[in-house]
């Protein structure tokens, strides 16, 4: 990889939740970069600080010290650059959760147009955007359906059309799979390469899934609030 | 931007349609209870209105007739037809008391008076002014006395001659009009026993029974038996002529009181129907302050039950600003639920009052208005724990 501009880099990120006594730190100096178009994996123990990563990287929580950089733009560094997270959230990151969490009072079209409306796009582009999304993602037949009438795998789709709504550099996954079988969960972890590879969209996934982790061509193990890269990663697939 | 707001209320219509019958009734109830208040007014008015009437003359110091007893001479008004300015003068009395009607008694207001004189029913519905001296009666539609029908007031038949709308007491109770004769006489009657009792004292009263005086003790007797008082002279003012100075001069110079319209609407309205109108409003408070606990209960509720989309919509860059007006929007599409609820059916249960239920545009607007502020208010606490909702509560752990 001799890209110059990485999608994600981050240096010596620290986060520290509560102060005094009851302080604890859940990040203890995290370094990291993932290059456009590029999947990666994040894997580590429970309580080992990984949503708390994806919390931080995606401007939902404050760090407490380090430097984040998105697309050579420093965003954090002691402090939001930006100063509104809420639209670094809003045009630079998609979300994609261990369950869907779909708006149950709009239909499917509109859950994925959503974060274009918020954005301010008109109704008619954001649908459109949205309909080619879900064909992408094989979920257009059901278009116009309620979200309780969907499927898990398919809910699941949904949420990452959402997540690709707004083209963002970043989407940051967190356990994405755990709610599927292992057939569908092989599955959200295709359509999340190829929209990496359609988009160059860089895509963190955190996982436990035993199933998808040889899937990740890299592969970041966290423990006890630091990040290592595992160098043996993506030797299956070659 | 789509509605959020309005998505919500499609996708949960179910409850938003019960919640909002619900505060629809309450709000029925509180329009009915502004209606009654009116309607007692508008009573009011309406019988200051229909007695054709400038001045009412009443006694000295009394707020009489209609808020307090009076008694007057029934041959005063030729002395206040004397006074310059003064066009007309005629005696009524008001007496409240229940008729037998079909085998049930019904509670009026008997009105003596003299036809096509000041207090007399000006128009009618149905049927005919009373013509003879006698035992005929202008009913008003509310009494359910039909044309012809013959009704019996104290010891007298009646028959019902002609009929009006609108014309009731300021407690509500219909009017029945009779002439002043019959009425002065049902309103001296007592019942025969104690008639009997009286004469028989009489008769047996040595000093009265005297050799000599014949016919003292039956000219005492039916003496008795007549009244000579009214309860009031309602009195017509020449044309040119202003009221007030005309009731200034009754005052000075009658030792009477005398009441201008405006006047008498103060004593109708300000004094006798102050207290319902008090009672009335203290209801309404309640019902606002019970309306507005409901509707921030249940947008409270509906919040709580809304704060992982809450989180998520955070997440993927909604505004407060967004958020809080969805949460507003739903308070205030429930109150217009409500509203319209509440409106129908004041409207449709408003004939069933014994009483008249006046339902004054102005006073929609003003509910509506009243709503649509308690709905707002009531959502603050709501929009206030989704403001503190963190976005972070989306991921999850
Ligand atoms: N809001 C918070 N306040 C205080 N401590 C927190 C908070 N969120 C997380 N922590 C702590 O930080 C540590 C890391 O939590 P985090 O959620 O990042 O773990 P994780 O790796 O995602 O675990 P899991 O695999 O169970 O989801 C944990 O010890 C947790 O208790
Ligand atoms: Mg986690």
Known sequence: MTQARPAIAVAGLRKRYGTGETAMDALKGVDLTVQPGEVIGLIGPSGSGKSTLLKCLGAVTEPSAGRIDLDGETVYENGWRNRDPRALRRDRIGFVFQAPYLIPFLDVTDNVALPLLLAGWSKREARQRARELLTALDVAQRAHVAITQLSGGEQQRVAIARALANQPPIILADEPTAPLDSERALAVVRILNRMAQQYRTAIIVVTHDEKIIPTFKRLYHIRDGRTYEDAGAGRELD | MINLAGRDILHSWGKYAFTGLGLGLLIGVTLSMAGIYRGMVDDGKALLGNSGADLWVVQQDTLGPYAEPSSLRDDLYRSLLGLPGVQRAANVTYLTMQVRHADQDTRVMVVGMQPGQPGAPRYLIAGRQ????????????????????????????????????????????????????????????????????????????????????????????????????????????????????????????????????????????????????????????????????????????????????????????????????????????????????????????????????????????????????????????????????????????
């Open chain 2, 130 to 397: 009373i013509e003879r001296a006698h035992y005929e009666a202008v009913a008003d539609i509310k009494t359910g006395f039909q044309l012809g029908e013959r009704i019996r007031i104290r010891r007298q038949d009646y028959t019902v001659v002609g009929l009006t709308r609108r014309m009731v007491s300021a407690s509500g109770d219909p009017m029945l009009f009779i002439p002043l004769r019959d009425a002065q006489e049902a309103q001296f009657l007592k019942d025969s026993d104690a008639l009997h009792n009286e004469r028989a004292r009489l008769r047996a009263n040595p000093a009265l029974n005297r050799p000599g005086l014949p016919g003292l003790v039956e000219s005492l007797a039916r003496a008795q038996e007549s009244s000579h008082t009214v309860n009031a002279v309602l009195v017509q003012t020449a044309p040119g002529w202003d009221a007030e100075a005309v009731a200034g001069d009754i005052r000075r110079w009658k030792h009477l009181q005398a009441y201008t319209q405006a006047q008498m609407e103060e004593v109708l309205i300000v004094k006798l129907i102050a207290t319902s109108a008090r009672q009335i409003g203290v209801f309404l408070v309640i019902l606002a302050v019970v309306s507005a606990a409901i509707v921030s209960f249940i947008i409270y509720t509906m919040t709580l039950g809304k704060l992982r989309e809450i989180a998520v919509l955070k997440l993927i860059g909604a505004r407060n600003r967004t958020i809080a007006a969805m949460i507003l929007q739903e308070a205030l599409g429930l109150g217009l639920i409500g509203f319209v609820v509440g409106k129908s059916v004041a409207t449709l249960w408003a004939p069933y009052f014994p009483k008249y239920v006046l339902l004054e545009p102005g006073d929609a607007v003003r509910g509506f208005a009243a709503v649509l502020l308690i709905c707002a208010l009531a959502s603050t606490l709501a929009i206030r724990t989704a403001l503190r909702v963190d976005p972070a509560t989306a991921i999850g752990g």
